[in-house]
């Protein structure tokens, strides 16, 4: 791409629960932190794009978030917006803002998210339901985002042979990533087996309780800019390589598949066009794991294995710390934390880190090329990044 666009800057809050903040303020905690650690002034910045706080609640979300951060940092930026596709967001705007920086429109973008994870004992898994599911034909009858998600696992359990033991391995692969995180939510939970995922409590089947992400709260941002820009500020940035975009239903009635999320598919092949590469190329992947499903079927449908061997692939190591597919290097949604509003971003910086040679955790010794898929609502919206420690 022309200007050869990149991530020059990563950085993410602690997760955790922040009860005496709102959405804004975890911005503006974000932000300081951001600046603290990067050399970037406010006025470097010619864009911004950002996440409206509560879009996880779907209730009272500020859909004119970016322009409270534009006041905020006393900034006058070219081009700037609130963006939101669930958790594909993050990943849509590195999209877009590589788009602006190609055109010449900005020099440095920043992408950034923050807020908080709806309460259930407040009503906010009733909130989530309606607004991922259809008001008529899925509502009514009892519909829940774990069980919603569950439809996808029984249907690729019933037509490929994966097993609660697969799906385990996922969570106890991911766990053992995060204790060597320094911010992870459950780094101090210690280690996993398979037997523990099994004997936790059964939330919908064939989901136990550790088969699902941790709700907590968080924030991170990135600055996107062209390399001239970078030189400056990294001399080690992640270039964005290939990207896919696709939004392939509303509803999960609606979806063509229970057993493979096309979109993926879509995006994927799109991204390693662009980057002219193909999956033998990466490696390591960061995935969208809300529940141990995830990670397994987008590793079947991105190109990594074939379909249906995505569960005996992670139970074999090869997802593990010293295995030849690192995945979700940082713990994932299931052991770092699945942080609300910002959840899609962590991957992100983690995969932009790991490029860089900065990884907080464990830096994997190679790191040439990552690949991070992200999507939003009940696995509709998907978008893909291949990301380059070189242009």
Request: with cysteine; proline share 6%.
């Amino acid at each position: 791409m022309k200007n050869n666009p990149c991530i020059a800057a990563a950085s993410e809050m602690r997760p955790g629960r922040y009860p005496d903040e709102d959405g804004f303020s975890l911005y503006q905690r974000v932000l300081k932190e951001f600046f603290q650690e990067w050399r970037i002034k406010p006025s470097d910045i010619g864009g911004l794009f950002a996440a409206p706080a509560g879009m996880a609640s779907g209730n009272g979300a500020e859909v004119f978030i970016h322009e409270r951060l534009v006041d905020d940092l006393g900034i006058h930026p070219a081009v700037a917006e609130t963006i939101n596709a669930g958790g594909a967001t993050y990943s849509v705007m590195i999209q877009r803002a590589a788009l602006a920086i190609e055109k010449g429109l900005a020099d440095g973008i920043l992408c950034m998210g923050a807020g908080k994870f709806p309460k259930v004992s407040a009503g906010g898994a009733e909130e989530m339901a309606k607004m991922v599911s259809h008001p008529d034909f899925e509502f009514p009858y009892g519909a829940a985002i774990y069980a919603l998600y569950a439809l996808v696992a029984t249907a690729h359990m019933e037509a490929f042979g994966t097993t609660p033991e697969h799906l385990a391995s996922v969570a106890v692969s991911e766990r053992k990533w995060a204790l060597h995180h320094p911010k992870a939510l459950m780094r101090d939970k210690g280690g996993l087996s398979i037997e523990d995922v099994l004997a936790s409590r059964m939330i919908a089947t064939p989901f136990h309780l550790l088969d699902c992400s941790v709700p907590c709260e968080g924030g991170g941002v990135l600055l996107v800019c062209s390399k001239a820009m970078a030189k400056r500020i990294n001399p080690n940035p992640a270039y964005i390589l290939g990207f896919g975009e696709k939004h392939d239903y509303g509803f999960i009635s609606q979806s063509r598949s229970f057993t493979s999320l096309l979109g993926a598919r879509d995006t994927g092949k799109a991204a390693f066009k662009m980057a002219g590469l193909d999956p033998k190329d990466i490696d390591f992947v960061e995935l969208y794991d809300a529940f141990s499903i995830n990670p397994i079927v987008l590793l079947e449908d991105l190109g990594f294995v074939p379909k249906g061997k995505g569960g005996p692939f992670v139970m074999e190591g090869h997802t593990d710390p010293g295995g030849d597919l690192p995945s979700n290097t940082y713990g994932g949604l299931l052991s770092f934390g699945h942080t609300g509003d910002a959840s899609g971003i962590s991957m992100i910086i983690e995969a932009a880190l790991q490029l860089m040679g900065k990884a907080p955790g464990i830096q994997l010794e190679k790191a040439e090329a990552g690949l991070v898929h992200t999507y939003g609502g009940m696995m509709a919206e998907h978008a893909t990044l291949i990301l380059g420690r070189h242009a």
